[in-house]
């Protein structure tokens, strides 16, 4: 797709500034500061990159507020990030919608309830008793075990697999590869030889949660493990069996999460971040990524490090280290001094 300068600001409800003469300019694409093009809409976000912006080729800028001296069209909008995701939905790629339907290879149990508008890729296979509503996609080769459901305009990636038992709320994305209700890593030692604890329960996804590609959500020995609506997911995070998510919490990639922690809602937890089990963190709670919790967490706190204490802490602590060397150097000029006043004392005894 293509636009002008002025019909994009129309689109994204922006007040135009600047340089009138370039309105007229084809926008076909979003770009960063550095890299955009003559025919690039950029942006910024924050005064770092103001400087390079009248370096830019860019044809046009989105701006939080109008700037002084730049030859170029801006268009101020009240939220960068919103008009920025706005605009890339403007110039995304124009890929074929899916079909609805089922495909020809795909194999659908007698038991099976498919509202309407769902769409069913080649190779899916779907089990008795599964119900998935209206609008939803089904990418090809996904697997959907016995009595779970799929709610409404779902989207479920090329294979996906969602086992036995498990509920999906509506507007739920699952990314290619993962896996929902997979046996929680459970053992007792009896006789000699571990043993697996049987896994009964379920996995509960509520609306509007997405996850990444290549995630495993394991089910619960009993009850339900929980992820709560708005929740958004990175790619390869293990979520274990009879965890509690709370609303609106972000988990970056590589996060492992053991079993029957509970998260408050709005949780943010960096990558590789890695909790003990039965860890309960509170709401609106910042873990840094890398970081090792094995104890509980109150509300709004902000934890780093491994194991995870106070963010202002931790930085304490890492400023000591980094000045380590310097140290190192400052102890052995002492200790020589030292020795040399300890030998010069002993001479004149």
């Known amino acids: 797709m293509r636009l002008t300068v002025a019909q994009l600001a129309k689109r994204l409800g922006a007040e135009l500034a600047g340089d009138a003469d370039g ?82 290879a795909a194999k659908i149990a007698q038991g099976v309830k498919l509202a309407e508008g769902v769409s069913v890729g080649a190779g899916v296979v779907i089990d008795d008793g599964v119900e998935i509503g209206e609008n939803s996609v089904i990418g090809s080769g996904c697997k959907i075990g016995e009595n779970s459901r799929v709610g409404e305009n779902c989207r479920l990636d090329s294979n996906v697999v969602v086992y036995h038992n498990c509920r999906l709320g509506n507007n739920v994305v699952v990314q290619a590869n993962s896996t929902i209700g997979s046996t929680g ?53 293990q979520i274990a069996h009879n965890v509690v998510i709370g609303k609106c919490c972000l988990i970056v990639a590589q996060v492992g999460i053991s079993g029957s922690c509970r998260l408050g809602d709005g949780v943010v937890l960096g990558g590789q971040v890695g909790l003990a089990d039965n860890v309960e963190i509170g709401d609106g709670t910042m873990v840094g990524a890398k970081s090792g919790v094995a104890y509980d967490i109150a509300a709004g706190q902000r934890f780093l490090g491994s194991p995870a204490i106070d963010k202002r802490e931790a930085f304490r602590i890492i400023g000591l280290t980094m000045r380590l060397p310097k140290m190192a150097e400052q102890l052995k000029r002492l200790n020589k001094r030292v020795e040399g006043l300890e030998a010069a004392k002993d001479d004149k005894e």
């Not at 800028?61 to 403007?90: C, S, T």
């Not at 996804?205 to 997911?233: H, L, P, Q, S, W």
Request: aromatic share 6%; glycine share 10%.
């Open 23 to 104: 309105i007229d300019r084809q926008i076909s694409a979003v770009g960063p500061v550095e890299a955009s093009g003559d025919s690039d809409v950029t942006f910024i976000t924050d005064d770092k990159h103001k400087a390079a912006l009248h370096k830019s080729q860019a044809a046009a800028v989105i701006v939080a507020g109008h700037l002084d001296g730049l030859n170029k069209p801006q268009l101020i909008v009240k939220n960068v990030d919103a008009a920025l995701i706005e605009a890339l939905n403007v110039f995304a790629p124009r890929l074929k919608p899916a079909t609805e339907g089922i495909d020809p």
């Open 185 to 237: 890593f459970g053992y007792s030692f009896i006789d000699g030889a571990y043993r697996l604890i049987p896994h009964n329960g379920g996995v509960v996804i509520e609306d509007f949660v997405e996850i990444g590609a290549n995630c495993c959500v394991d089910r619960a020995k009993f009850g339900n493990t929980i992820i709560g609506a708005g929740t958004k997911i990175d790619n390869l995070v």
